[in-house]
């Protein structure tokens, strides 16, 4: 039988690894499901396409390997762009694939026209329509080493007609798509940066997403300095939280001793991390930064010296050069610090800390504590990000993915989707706002329909809480009638979708129900109905920050007055 398109490009990406594709079906991928079909890869159906980028996305972020998601033609392809940024901003390798009518029927206003390789522009960094048959060996290989060499979102238009003729050819070179290598860097730069090492005294190392696999050289490097190591929330999960070296975050996401660490340094060594938050960086001239990106290198803090090179191999190589330290004061002063700064959190995330509401600082201490020692959590985007990000004691072979690039609310359950799919035996936590679940709660549905035992836990506060927090910051009363909302019953919501729900009001009974709930066959929800007006800590304000506060406090007051 003679192969067409389709065959060529689904045998492609089986032999390279692929094991699933996210998409909604629809006429223009009929040839596409054919092929599928008949291999031995898994078409998992979403409910949403924008579900299946980023099921796609958080397979890649998780993996480092190529993820693939499909949308038909014209809306079912404008419905993937949203979550394709993810996959694009988190710089993780996706093949979208788009549907589109035949060929014969294009520039006619045809029902559902879209001009698909000017959509995908912004989102991708290959996008191509193959539009003859003996095109599509070359197109398919270019645009997979498009999506492995920049690490981001390619995009291919499949016209109906062309994927279903019979092929030209198949896709040489298979055995050059994948991951690339790590950047080893110069000589040079590696004794150019134990120089500066050596004549500090106060060292600090910031870790990123690019630390990943790099934990042992981080311990050993730190060790050697006497230096602490902090984390950007990509790299919460590099280390154990009770690691001694591993400080906390920085940030909101973070601590004051980090803060306070961060400004005081000799020396902050950024490795594998572009942190965008310059207001938590030093302003003066003490970074030295490592990345595999050359372009992100001193654009977010004065940079004294930028090396390229993937982290691993740069301090593997460090280690061999640096001299060792023997004063320990700043690390004991962080250490000190920070030991203090986790008693608090502790006291805030006891479940007894109130008889008659619970607070969502307890929710994600527990869900931490109780998930499974190598689950995978993925976070929603909002002030629920704040409550697990800060409260989760991470065990150092747990996993944390989120949108923390695009910061897209609603992410979290599409993304634990297509990590779960990787592997039905490990498990996964998706941690949400209410807001961001009703979002795509319909992707709570793929998991059901496809077996995927996602755990959902909801801090339910009825409101954006996030936007209520940054009004306030500037000064103004929130405007409650478009911050809260009602929420329907989540727990009666998993139920009729054929999964377990679970509902907890009451403190004393969080522990047993989150037990349970994670503890069950098959995807759950947890609807926890947590305090609405709980702030979360703040490392640093400013004295601007506090008058806004001040004054949008202030305003509130009036406004409940002048409405009473």
């Known amino acids: ?105 294009q520039g006619t206003d045809y029902i559902q026209t879209t001009k698909p390789d000017l959509l995908f522009r912004d989102v991708a960094l290959y996008t191509e329509t193959i539009s003859a048959p003996s095109q599509a060996p070359a197109v398919i290989h270019q645009a997979i080493a498009a999506a492995y060499a920049g690490r981001g979102v390619a995009h291919l238009t499949l016209p109906q007609d062309v994927i279903g003729a019979q092929a030209k050819g198949a896709v040489s070179s298979v055995a050059t798509l994948k991951p690339r290598d790590e950047i080893t860097p110069s000589d040079a730069d590696i004794a150019e940066i134990a120089r500066r090492i050596d004549a500090a005294d106060r060292i600090l190392i910031m870790c990123g997403a690019g630390c990943h696999g790099a934990a042992d050289e981080l311990r050993a490097l730190s060790d050697r300095l006497k230096a602490p190591l902090i984390h950007s929330v990509k790299g919460k999960d590099i280390m154990a ?78 280690l061999g050069k640096v001299a060792a330290k023997a004063d320990t004061s700043f690390f004991d002063e962080v250490a000190k610090a920070r030991r203090k700064w986790d008693e608090m959190l502790d006291k805030q995330s006891d479940p007894a800390r109130s008889k008659s509401g619970i607070h969502p600082q307890a929710v994600a201490r527990l869900v931490g504590d109780l998930a499974a020692r190598d689950a995978v959590f993925t976070f929603d985007t909002g002030l629920n990000t704040l409550w697990s990000a800060n409260w989760i004691r991470q065990s150092g072979a747990q996993r944390i993915v989120g949108s923390f690039n695009n910061a897209a609310v609603g992410t979290a359950l599409g993304q634990a989707n297509g990590i779960q799919a990787l592997d039905r035996a490990r498990q996964v936590v998706a941690l949400c706002g209410d807001g961001g679940f009703n979002m795509l709660m319909c992707e709570f549905l793929t998991a059901v329909h496809h077996k995927l035992p996602v755990k959902v836990v909801i801090y339910n506060n009825s409101a954006f809480g996030l936007i ?24 009666a919501f998993a139920e009729a979708c054929g999964a377990r729900g679970f509902k907890v009001d009451d403190p004393a009974r969080l522990k047993s129900v989150i037990a349970e709930a994670l503890a069950c066959e098959g995807p759950a929800i947890v609807d926890a109905v947590v305090a609405a007006d709980e702030l979360p800590n703040l490392p640093h304000v400013d004295l601007a920050q506090l008058g806004h506060f001040a004054q949008a406090k202030i305003r509130e007051a009036l406004l409940a007055v002048a409405c009473a």
């Open 1 to 105: 039988m003679a192969e067409t398109v389709a065959d060529v490009l689904v045998r492609t990406l089986e032999e390279i690894g692929v094991s699933q594709i996210f998409a909604l079906i629809g006429d223009s991928l009929n040839p596409l499901a054919d092929a599928v079909r008949r291999s031995k890869i898994e078409w998992i159906g979403v409910r949403h396409e924008e579900g299946a980028a980023l099921a796609a996305a958080g397979q890649a972020k998780l993996t480092g390997r190529l993820g693939v998601c499909a949308g038909t033609t014209g809306p079912g392809s404008t419905h993937l762009v949203a979550g394709l940024y993810e996959a694009s901003r988190d710089h993780a390798p996706v093949l979208a694939l788009s549907g589109d009518m035949p060929r014969q029927l």
């Open 241 to 318: 939280y009770d690691d001694p070296r591993w400080m906390g975050g920085i940030g909101l996401i973070g601590t004051r001793p980090v803060y306070d660490a961060v400004m005081h340094c000799d020396l902050l060594l950024m490795a594998g991390t572009d942190y965008p938050y310059s207001n938590f960086l030093p302003t003066k001239p003490v970074v030295v930064q490592i990345d595999e990106r050359a372009e992100v290198l001193g654009r977010r803090a004065p940079t004294v010296f930028g090396c390229q090179g993937s982290v691993r191999p740069t301090l593997k190589l460090l």
């Open 468 to 491: 209520h927090l940054e009004a306030e910051s500037i000064g103004l009363p929130p405007f409650d009638k478009g911050i809260q909302f009602p929420n329907p019953d989540f727990a």
